[in-house]
């Protein structure tokens, strides 16, 4: 029937809360509480009524205990509970004020119980499309960290994105080495004949998002017929620096399947998200392997170091031939310094010190070959001159090669016949130091490797055991050394004359205390030899 006369149509507020700007799922809308909670309204209070739900042109009649309302007479409202929902209430005349309450609490309990089935449709609705979305972002720390290979990770993180964004495949685009783009890692449907990137026409695109570090969608621009044609979405891969900022890591694309126009704004926040957890999971791969690197590299120059040490002579193999004591302080944990000692006929020592130009890997090198080669020589030669002769022959090629020189100086000490004789190729600080005083063994040739000489100079001076002290010491040593004076070796020299009557090792030990390095850590190679 019509409604009655004068009856009000009116919008009962359903209260506060995301019903009033909730855009309700579409269909129909039958609740189970709503009629229960109308079947009890009216066993309590006898009323009857009925109540219609009218979603869009859809009416649900929630209950009706008016039955055959022919001849009746009723009053009926309609009012809006959210946007396309509105609920209609007939109820039969009611006389009391107590009815007319219980029939407006009737109105807002209804209105109430509406919207909040309408908000839980719509919920389910939303989390039941979003499944595979969320699924997909609670996946992404979980496969990343469980797969040791960065690659195979995002094959699979990348098959689950395009089945969610409704894509034939999803590829990772990084910058090489000279700055092309190569593909990281792929996956979808088309994974295994993918021909997207640079050489199909998608180049552009992920240029762009590269460069502009903001996502880019290009729109299916064939015909409705046309498959050949696809949308694509490129999203930036952006990695948070730790002294701020982002970095750019490369770019995330994603081809869209037959069909399909474009790439939703919602879509497009799901790939920079997936994105975003790539990126830092390849920002981490990179610094992972470099840190492997570096380990390496560390682990392999200690290795070295131990065995450039392990070059260096056993001073216990000369004992009862002189006394004697050297050391030898890398700057780097390989080093360019170098002393040797040789055994030589006629209870003769031979002494050889040098000083590589260079310290480090390469400066390392150059000693190791220097000391075969003297070892080789001093055994083939007799004067201190043909030794150094020798052994620039050995290495002047490959001193020339690196662009490295090296002082040297070898000296043959003979006690018994009270004689040193020496060759020096530019080194300046080694000395002969007697009671009488200070006598310094003068470089007579340039550092090998400066230039090619037929023959090297010697000198013979006297030498008288058990008086005598031979210091020979490198450029780490003399850097080090807290004087004013000119000629900083006489901080050393005049030591030692004051120590002639301590042992080499003694010596030794006051030449390093004068010359400790700054803060502990030396400019260069530190090297030091003392023969009494």
């Known amino acids: 029937m019509p409604p009655e006369p004068g009856a009000e149509v009116q919008p009962i507020d359903p209260g506060s809360g995301p019903a009033a700007d909730l855009e309700v799922a579409s269909g129909p809308l ?49 009012w809006l509970v959210m946007p396309s929902v509105r609920v209609r209430l007939a109820t039969a005349p009611v006389t009391s004020d107590e009815d007319r309450r219980a029939i407006a609490l009737l109105r807002e309990s209804a209105s109430r119980l509406v919207a909040a089935e309408k908000e839980a449709r719509f919920f389910s609705t939303e989390l039941s499309d979003r499944y595979e979305e969320i699924e997909l972002l609670t996946s992404v720390g979980e496969t990343l960290g469980s797969v040791i290979h960065l690659e195979r990770a995002a094959g699979r993180l990348l098959e689950s994105l395009s089945r969610v964004l409704s894509a034939d495949c999803a590829a990772i685009w990084v910058p090489d080495e000279s700055g092309s783009l190569r593909r990281l890692a792929v996956g979808g449907v088309l994974a295994a004949d993918l021909a997207m990137g640079p050489s199909a026409g998608a180049g552009e695109w992920i240029d762009r998002a590269l460069n502009s570090q903001l996502a880019q969608v290009r729109p299916r621009r064939g015909p409705a017929g046309d498959t050949t044609d696809r949308t694509l979405l490129a999203v930036p891969l952006r990695h948070s620096a730790l002294h701020g900022g982002t970095l750019p890591v490369g770019a995330l694309a994603a081809l869209g399947q037959r069909g399909r126009e474009t790439f939703s704004p919602g879509d497009v926040k799901l790939a920079a998200t997936v994105a975003s957890q790539l990126a830092a999971a390849i920002e981490n791969d990179r610094l992972s392997r470099e840190s492997l690197v570096q380990e390496r590299i560390l682990v392999e120059l200690e290795l070295a170091h131990h065995l450039q040490m392990k070059l260096l002579p056993d001073l216990g193999d000369f004992e009862g031939v002189a006394d004697v004591a050297g050391r030898c302080e890398p700057a780097d944990s390989v080093g360019g310094d170098f002393y040797h000692l040789f055994r030589l006929p006629g209870d003769r020592l031979g002494v050889m010190l040098g000083d590589v130009s260079s310290h480090g890997y390469s400066a390392g090198l150059i000693m190791a070959l220097t000391m075969s080669a003297a070892s080789i020589t001093v055994r083939e030669r007799e004067e201190p001159s043909e030794v150094l002769r020798g052994i620039h022959h050995e290495l002047v090629r490959k001193l020339e090669s690196t662009e490295m020189y090296m002082s040297l100086c070898y000296a043959v000490v003979d006690p018994s016949a009270g004689r040193l004789r020496y060759a020096n190729a530019g080194h300046p600080h080694a000395f002969r130091i007697s009671p009488g005083g200070v006598h310094r063994l003068d470089a007579l040739n340039p550092p090998l490797g400066i230039a090619e000489f037929d023959a090297y100079s010697q000198r013979e001076t006297e030498w008288s055991q058990g008086s005598d002290m031979l210091l020979m010491f490198t450029d780490g040593i003399s850097e080090c050394l807290d004087s004013d004076r000119m000629w900083s070796d006489e901080v050393l020299t005049e030591m030692a004359m004051r120590r002639a009557d301590a042992s080499a090792r003694e010596v030794l030990d006051r030449v390093f205390e004068l010359a400790a390095a700054p803060g502990g850590v030396a400019a260069d190679d530190r090297t030091a030899l003392v023969v009494k």
């Open 30 to 78: 039958r609740s189970e509480r709503l009629e229960e909670f109308l079947d009890s309204f009216h066993r309590l209070t006898g009323i009857r009524f009925r109540l219609v739900v009218a979603t869009g042109d859809v009416d649900v009649t929630e209950h009706d205990s008016l039955g055959d309302d022919r001849g009746l007479e009723f009053t009926e409202s309609t």
